[in-house]
């Protein structure tokens, strides 16, 4: 009795040991996962607007609209407003661009990459849930000290980021109410109305919600979607027509896209780009070409300079020359020249100065300053505007910009893969050791000594200290240290653990392939194939897809395999006598009946998931409801099994019906 406890603890301590270090491999790879960006706490003024190109003196240009109106519609994708849907903002626009979106396509993130001008990380996606106040510097804190009225409506979560910046504000009670496709969105509309007549605000901010709801709920084929985008047109005609002041601008876009199913937050193509319709009442000259592709962090430096303030000293992104054509071509290239100042001091602070100098976008620099220079000084003395020189200028600053600006979005979103390895290596170790010592019935093997532990401490450090020289760790500090030795030193372990396994099944066996049964070694690729696949950050967005194929694939194989071995075990003479052999056959096949019910209802669920967009109509609301009550009902009746089955079935019918008057 004593040595059965003794086993029991045994496998306890095991279980808890492996649940552990479980654990701690998924932490580090979730922080490998998701990097801090390293701007986030950056809060310095960045670089001033400059007054002097070398020894020329330059003038700041002024603002040039006197009030802005964003206008923000959620999951607004760059082909839904067609000139058919939304005829007035397609046809009086200035311009009309397509924005990249950078994932998470979720909408907090997107916020700071509008108000910032940088690219958020995947944790911002945990924190979308939440909605954690932007501490960072902003075109919306620039605005505030500068003492400019701010007036909200729509979306709480501009609320959350930016709670002591809005002079005004009426915000949805719940933004996350799906139901909701059209109540907010009156709100938001009657905060427009109200708002046109005021002339105390120099930004209104509009965040619409009932588009993205539909998507969620209905999906993006709804027909609930072409009478939404006619809303959205009527109130851009609205603000458009009843403008009070000459220099007003209205700028309408999406915060990111909708995938075909009706959701975001992936990195398809609908969900990467939205529209970027620019309205105001004089256009100098129209701009419809959809050959540059701008990313979304380039409207919050374009947008400083149109409101004549600093940049965000977050913000990696580029002008947008379709949005600065109202300036003079000297107010021009000092925008250019000033945007191409802030990225590379960014540059100078993040790749180092050997790296610059040596680069190809430091002599693009040197070359836009010296036509940038020569214009001026044809300007300025012979009172001309040679254009050509001005192109050359605005080519170069542009050119070097976006180079840099790419090279700093690289860095920003970029993986710690030392940490991801490391971390997939912990976990899969755990699973093939539970899964050696549960299915093979081994013992847990465990090494003990002090001299083995301090052994295995020294070979983890040694390990450490050639990753980090090979910089495949770049973590420093204590702390992360001890964590990765004890890391590396718990793989190691587990390795050997695993080792130990298979050298005693083969001294117990003849060989390999009689030690491990195929069930494991099935169970042991599936464990590898997914494990692999998390090299790629698609396969992590689509895990699910994984988990339908592995799991469909692993019941399908395993119940051939039992299907098979019962057969042959089967004690009759079916060679013989071939009638009573497709008997047994189909006795075994109905045997197993359950089996091939689970494998079903997977490749359902898989083609469910596929037709996503077709299940989130509300015709399929009363089937689901309906398939729904009736699975609960059938598994209370084998849970309980209860005996008054009649009153049971009756129970069941009441709440159908029930089920079925709710959906409609």
């Known amino acids: 009795m004593s040595c059965y406890i003794g086993k029991i603890r045994d496998v306890r301590l095991f279980l808890l040991w492996m649940i552990i270090t479980f654990m701690w491999g998924a932490g580090i790879f979730l922080t490998g996962f998701f990097p801090i960006n390293n701007y986030s706490m950056e809060t310095v003024d960045g670089v001033r607007r400059p007054h002097k190109l070398d020894n020329v003196s330059l003038k700041p240009s002024t603002q040039l609209y006197e009030q802005t109106i964003l206008m923000v519609v959620d999951a607004l994708r760059v082909d839904f407003p067609t000139q058919n849907r939304m005829p007035f903002s397609y046809n009086n626009s200035c311009s009309r661009l397509e924005l990249r979106v950078n994932i998470p396509t979720v909408t907090m993130p997107r916020l700071k990459s509008l108000t910032t001008g940088t690219i958020s990380n995947f944790i911002d ?142 990195s398809t193509t609908g969900e990467m780009y939205v529209p970027l319709f620019v309205l105001k009442q004089n256009c100098s000259r129209k701009s419809f070409d959809k050959s540059n592709e701008y990313n979304q962090i380039d409207l919050a430096p374009t947008l400083a300079i149109l409101w004549a303030m600093e940049i965000p000293p977050m913000s990696i992104g580029c002008l947008i020359p379709q949005l600065l054509d109202e300036f003079s071509l000297e107010d021009q290239l ?86 991801i390895t490391l971390g997939l290596l912990l976990t899969t170790l755990v699973m093939s050791n539970t899964l050696l010592v ?27 200290k050639w990753c980090h020289y090979q910089h495949y760790f770049v973590t420093t500090g204590f702390t992360a240290t001890l964590a990765l030795v004890l890391a590396l030193m718990a793989s190691i372990y587990l390795l050997i653990n695993i080792i130990v396994i298979f050298l005693w099944r083969l ?26 696949s998390l090299a790629s950050s698609s396969f992590i967005e689509n895990e699910n897809k994984t988990w339908h194929y592995l799991g469909a694939s692993a019941l399908f194989l395993l119940c051939v395999k039992s299907f098979f071995t019962d057969l042959r075990s089967y004690k009759l003479d079916t ?37 996503a967009f077709y299940i989130n109509q509300q015709k399929c609301k009363i089937w689901l409801s309906c398939m729904f009550t009736a699975g609960m009902n059938k598994k209370y009746v084998y849970v309980f099994k209860l005996k008054c089955y009649k009153v049971n079935t009756f129970i069941s019918s009441v709440a159908v019906v029930c089920a079925v008057f709710i959906s409609t």
């Open 507 to 532: 001294q117990s066996c003849q060989g390999l392939k009689i030690a491990l049964p195929n069930q494991i070694c099935f169970l042991l690729g599936c464990l590898l194939f997914h494990t692999l």
């Open 575 to 611: 060679w013989v006598n071939n009638i009573n052999f497709y008997k047994v056959a189909l006795f075994k096949l109905l045997k197993i009946h359950t089996s091939w019910i689970v494998i079903g209802c997977l490749g359902f669920l898989v083609r469910l998931d596929e037709a």
């Open 334 to 419: 000092y925008a250019y020249y000033y945007n191409a100042l802030h990225l590379l001091q960014k540059a100078y602070k993040n790749f180092g100065e050997e790296y610059v100098e040596a680069s190809a976008f430091n002599d693009w620099f040197t070359t836009a300053k010296s036509a940038h220079k020569q214009f001026l000084s044809t300007k300025r003395n012979d009172d001309f505007d040679n254009n050509f020189i001005f192109e050359d200028a605005k080519v170069h600053y542009l050119l070097m910009s976006r180079e840099i600006s790419q090279q700093l979005s690289a860095s920003l979103v970029q993986f710690d893969y030392g940490l």
């Open 438 to 464: 549960f299915c093979l019935s081994t013992e847990c093997v465990f090494m003990q000594g002090t001299g083995t532990y301090l052994s295995l401490l020294a070979f983890a450090a040694c390990i450490n």
């Open 125 to 266: 996606i945990v924190l979308n849930i939440g909605h954690v106040e932007q501490l960072s510097d902003s075109l919306l804190h620039r605005l505030h000290r500068r003492n400019e009225n701010m007036v909200f409506a729509g979306d709480r979560t501009w609320i959350s980021l930016f709670p002591k910046q809005f002079k005004r504000f009426t915000a949805n009670t719940d933004s996350f109410f799906v139901n909701d496709f059209y109540e907010g969105d009156k709100n938001v509309t009657a905060v427009l109305n109200k708002e046109l007549w005021n002339d105390d605000w120099m930004l209104l901010v509009l965040h619409y919600l009932g588009l993205d709801h539909i998507g969620h709920v209905e999906g993006s084929e709804s027909s609930k979607i072409p009478l939404k985008l006619k809303e959205m047109d009527e109130v851009v005609q609205k603000a458009y027509q009843k403008q009070l002041l000459h220099k007003q601008l209205l700028l309408l876009t999406g915060d990111h896209g909708m995938k075909d199913g009706g959701g975001h937050g992936g």
